[in-house]
C-alpha cells in the first residue's frame, strides 16, 4: 500500500515569514493530495488539494506544489499568521479511491510566532 | 451543502462502561463513512469505514465496533471501556465513487476521557 512521509513534525516561524511543510508518497498511482489543517479541539479541515496533472495550485497566501516524478509534494504558506498555528496533515489517494485508501502524513505542529 | 454532525463532544466515562458515539451526514446519499482515532499529539488512525447501510470494515481489531444502521448515520461503541480507548474521535465522510472528486470531510470530533 500507499506510505506518506511528512516533515518536519514541528516547524516554528515568525509572523510574516513563510512556512513549507513536505510530503513524499511511495506509490506512483496515487493522483490526488490534499492538505488539512487541524485547529486544536476540532476536526481537520480541508484548505487546498491538488491532481496529479498538475504541478502547482494557489489559494491566497497557501499553495501547493507537486513533483509527480520524485514522488514529492509540499504545502507554502506565505506571510504566515498567528492563525496559521495549526497541526497541517497531507495525504495521497488514487481517485476514484474505495474504501480505505487515502493515506495521512503523520502532521506538522506550526506555531506562528507574533 | 453537506455537513457533518458528531456527538457528544466531549466525554468522560469509566473503565469498563459501555460507549456510543453518534454521527450523522446531511446532505448526500450513500456516502463512504469512517471513523478515526487521534491520540494526544499523533497522527489519524483509521478504525472503522463503511460504503453502505450494515456494511463495515474493520481497520484495527481492538475493543471497539462499528455500525452503520441508516444511509446517514454511523456509531462506535464499545461494550466495556479500557483505559488505552482513551482519545480524540473523528468521524469523515465522501462522496462515494461515481458522484464526483470528494475528500474526506471530517466532524469535529469526540474528547473521550476514560478514568
Not at chain 1, 485547529?39 to 479541515?45: A, I, S, T, V
Not at chain 1, 496529479?52 to 495550485?57: A, F, I, Q
Not at chain 2, 472503522?48 to 452503520?68: C, D, H, K, M, T
Not at chain 2, 461515481?98 to 476514560?114: A, C, K, M
Amino acid at each position: 500500500g500507499e506510505n506518506v512521509e511528512q516533515h518536519p513534525s514541528t516547524l516554528s516561524v515568525q509572523e510574516g515569514d513563510s512556512a513549507v511543510i513536505k510530503c513524499t508518497y511511495s506509490d506512483s498511482a496515487s493522483n490526488y493530495f490534499p492538505w488539512y489543517k487541524q485547529e486544536l479541539g476540532k476536526g481537520p479541515q480541508l484548505i487546498i488539494d491538488i491532481r496529479s496533472n498538475v504541478g502547482e495550485k494557489k489559494d491566497q497566501r497557501i499553495a501547493v506544489t507537486l513533483n509527480k516524478t520524485a514522488k514529492h509534494f509540499s504545502l507554502h504558506i506565505t506571510e504566515t499568521q498567528p492563525e496559521d498555528s495549526a497541526v497541517y496533515f497531507c495525504a495521497a489517494a488514487d481517485f476514484p479511491f474505495t474504501g480505505n485508501q487515502f493515506y495521512f502524513g503523520t502532521g506538522t505542529s506550526l506555531t506562528v510566532i507574533p | 451543502s453537506q455537513t457533518i454532525h458528531q456527538w457528544p463532544a466531549t466525554l468522560v466515562q469509566p473503565v469498563g462502561s459501555p460507549l456510543s458515539l453518534e454521527c450523522t451526514v446531511e446532505g448526500t446519499s450513500n456516502p463512504n463513512l469512517y471513523w478515526y482515532r487521534q491520540a494526544a499529539g499523533r497522527g489519524l488512525q483509521l478504525l472503522f469505514y463503511s460504503v453502505g447501510i450494515g456494511q463495515i470494515s474493520s481497520e484495527v481489531p481492538q475493543n471497539l465496533s462499528a455500525s452503520r444502521p441508516q444511509d446517514r448515520q454511523f456509531i462506535l461503541s464499545s461494550k466495556k471501556l479500557l483505559l488505552s480507548d482513551s482519545g480524540f474521535y473523528l468521524c469523515a465522510w465522501r462522496a462515494a465513487p461515481g458522484q464526483g472528486d470528494s475528500p474526506l470531510h471530517f466532524g469535529n470530533g469526540t474528547r473521550l476521557t476514560v478514568t
